[in-house]
């Protein structure tokens, strides 16, 4: 069993930069591929970037590619989300996901557990 919460979220201007962290439990933690996962009013959640276990190798959405980046402290039971450049069209809550899964996954429906979700607001 593995509960996530998040936190860092806020109202940035247009070109600002946040940070998004996420803190889980469970001892078994390094042995989860974390993802992050967004979803914006109206709008289907959306895959944002994840981090796998086994090699630490991540992957991104075309949308954030080169302005995101994730990262994890597994000595700490944390994930992180580097946020820069942000864009309105960023705004949505963001949710921390943790999955069993060896091979790292962009599908919200392969992912086991989920955080409560943090807001985040980019004004132009």
């Known amino acids: 069993q593995v509960q996530l919460v998040e936190s860092g979220g806020g109202l940035v201007q247009a070109g600002g930069s946040l940070r998004l962290s996420c803190a889980a439990s469970?001892?078994?933690?390094?042995?989860?591929?974390m993802g992050w996962f967004r979803q914006a009013p109206g709008k289907d959640r959306e895959f944002v970037a994840f981090?796998?276990?086994?090699?630490?190798?991540?992957r991104y959405a075309d949308s954030v590619k080169g302005r995101f980046a994730i990262s994890r402290d597994n000595a700490k039971n944390m994930v992180y989300l580097q946020m820069n450049s942000l864009k309105p069209e960023d705004t949505a809550v963001y949710y921390c996901?943790?999955?069993?899964?060896?091979?790292?996954?962009?599908?919200?429906?392969?992912?086991?557990?989920w955080g409560q979700g943090t807001q985040v607001t980019v004004s132009s």
């Open positions: 981090i796998t276990w086994i090699d630490g190798s991540t």
């Open positions: 469970g001892r078994t933690f390094s042995r989860y591929a």
């Open positions: 996901a943790a999955t069993k899964r060896v091979a790292a996954t962009t599908l919200a429906d392969e992912y086991d557990y």
